[in-house]
Structures are given as structure tokens and as C-alpha cells.
């Protein structure tokens, strides 16, 4: 069903991202539970004040660090990734020469097609997990821990944009960075991460690509040491003295939040 939104509405920008997913789910590629998950991704990003906060660009300038010390960076693309940033992932896959691997929690065979298919229409030359994902990850149970033995299974640095907390946990175990794009800082998968990007996808992965061309000349010493001197912990207290004052301060005012 189309959807007419005046681009008056206050909330437009963010209306049109609900009918994104809406549409990948009418297609067939979007779980029903990715439409629940960003529900609760929008409550944290009302929280956080739908706003690149500094945290998170801290965040962001060392996992493009990471990346780009990678040898074999891979991002993982599920149904709500596919939805709202499939031209973001291929475009900084290019920039930090990452592999593209469909990994999904509902997985079906149907679902990985529709998502490689909306990669490769963004320009996406290898899309991994589709009908080579005959490796597992250990001691994961979910459909997730099924990979590409060419990707997340050999991968030394992993993007998850928006994810559960298992997968995350079981990568670590396995000695490998795990990057986290999610906008609940309390989340298992915000707390398992070597690095943890509290923003909205959709905001964090265009800032990923500024930052992977800014950083594209920088030598192997300057990415190393914006690493040593990152700490996801404090990052992760940032975010919520962010969210703890930012309360405080609306608390106190008149001010009104359009909802
Ligand atoms: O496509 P599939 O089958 O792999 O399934 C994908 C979902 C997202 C349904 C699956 O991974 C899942 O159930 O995830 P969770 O456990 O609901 O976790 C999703 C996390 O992403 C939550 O912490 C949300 O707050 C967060 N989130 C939701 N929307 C966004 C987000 N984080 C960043 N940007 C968003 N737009």
C-alpha cells in the first residue's frame, strides 16, 4: 500500500524510513521482527536525540581505523540493513575493501536471494552467505551461525549493523573485532562489541564512508594508535551520561518533543 506523507510532517524523515522497511517486508526481505526491532531502535534514538551524538563519532572513527587494519573485514548485511542502507554498505565495503555477506537470524533461502539481489542492484560484484554459507560458527545455536567460509568464518574484523546479542558474543569467542552499529547502549550486543556505534544506522554508516575517505591516506601507525587509545567502555558511559543529562535538562524545561 502506497503511502502518502506530506514532507511537512514533522516527522517526516522518519516516517519515510517506517515505510522503507514496511516495503522490504511487503517484498519478502525484511523480517516481521526487524519492524518490531526498529520500534525499539526509535525509543532509543528519542533518547539520544536523533543526533550523531560524540560517543558515537568516536565510535566511528575507530571502527573505520579497524577496518581499514583488516585484513579480511567483512560487513554483515541482514533484512532491516538490506532495507535502509544497502547503497551505504556497498560504498564503504569499496572504500575499506570489505567482503558483503548476508547472515540473517529468520533465515530462509528466499530472504538471502532478495537481499543479495538488493545488494547487487547497488552495485554489490561479490554478495557471500547466499548459496556458499556451509560454515558454521561454534556454540551458536541461531540460523546466524551459519557463514561463508570465504567470509565471516575467516574474518578478522566484523561489521553488524543492527543485531542480536549471540552472534556477537560467539564472534568475540572466536578472537575476532566485532563492530556494532546499534542504537540501544544497553543491549548485549553493545556490551559484547570490541566497538560500539550507538546511532542509527541510518546516520552511522554515511558518517562510516566520510570517515573511511578521510582516512584512506593515513599510515598503519596514525590507524593503530586512534585503536590503542579507544575505549568502548568509557564510550559506552558517555552515551549514557548523554542520555542522563539530555533527560535532565527536558526534564527542567518546557521544552516539547514532536512526536
Ligand atoms: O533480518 P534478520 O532475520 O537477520 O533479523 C534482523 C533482526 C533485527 C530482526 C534481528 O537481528 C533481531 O531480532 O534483532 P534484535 O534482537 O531485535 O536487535 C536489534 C537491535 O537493533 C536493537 O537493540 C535495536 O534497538 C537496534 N536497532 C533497531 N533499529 C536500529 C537499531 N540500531 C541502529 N539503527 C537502527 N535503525
Given at each position: 500500500?502506497?503511502?502518502?506523507?506530506?514532507?511537512t510532517h514533522p516527522r517526516y524523515q522518519s516516517l519515510l524510513i517506517r515505510e522503507k522497511l514496511i516495503k522490504g517486508f511487503e517484498e519478502g526481505y525484511?523480517?516481521?521482527?526487524g519492524l518490531i526491532a526498529h520500534g525499539r531502535g526509535e525509543c532509543f534514538d528519542y533518547l539520544i536525540g536523533e543526533t550523531t551524538i560524540e560517543p558515537a563519532l568516536k565510535a566511528i572513527e575507530a571502527a573505520v581505523a579497524a577496518l581499514l587494519l583488516s585484513n579480511n573485514p567483512v560487513i554483515s548485511v541482514?533484512?532491516?540493513?538490506?532495507?535502509?542502507?544497502?547503497e551505504e554498505v556497498v560504498k564503504l565495503a569499496e572504500l575499506v575493501n570489505a567482503?558483503?555477506?548476508?547472515?540473517?537470524?529468520y533465515r530462509s533461502e528466499e530472504r538471502v536471494m532478495k537481499i543479495a539481489e538488493v545488494l547487487r542492484a547497488c552495485g554489490a560484484r561479490e554478495v557471500l552467505g547466499v548459496s556458499d554459507a556451509t560454515?558454521?560458527?561454534?556454540e551458536l545455536m541461531s540460523e546466524r551461525r551459519r557463514v561463508s567460509p570465504r567470509g565471516i568464518l575467516i574474518a578478522d574484523t566484523v561489521l553488524v549493523p543492527l543485531e542480536d546479542g549471540d552472534r556477537t558474543e560467539a564472534l568475540r569467542r572466536l578472537g575476532k573485532t566485532v563492530i556494532a552499529i546499534d542504537l540501544n547502549p544497553l543491549s548485549r550486543t553493545a556490551r559484547a562489541a570490541s566497538i560500539t556505534i550507538v546511532d542509527n544506522v541510518v546516520r552511522a554508516m554515511p558518517k562510516m564512508i566520510e570517515y573511511a575517505q578521510k582516512l584512506s591516506?593515513?599510515?598503519?601507525?596514525?590507524?593503530?594508535?586512534?585503536?590503542?587509545e579507544y575505549d568502548n567502555n568509557a564510550i559506552l558511559s558517555e552515551v549514557l551520561k548523554h542520555i542522563r543529562n539530555r533527560l535532565e535538562e527536558l526534564s527542567k524545561s518546557n521544552?516539547?518533543?514532536q512526536c
Open positions: 500500500m502506497e503511502v502518502n506523507i506530506p514532507p525484511v523480517a516481521k521482527a541482514n533484512g532491516n540493513v538490506a532495507a535502509l542502507v544497502p567482503k558483503i555477506e548476508v547472515n540473517l537470524f560454515a558454521e560458527i561454534p591516506n593515513a599510515s598503519r601507525e596514525e590507524l593503530s594508535s586512534i585503536l590503542r521544552l516539547l518533543i
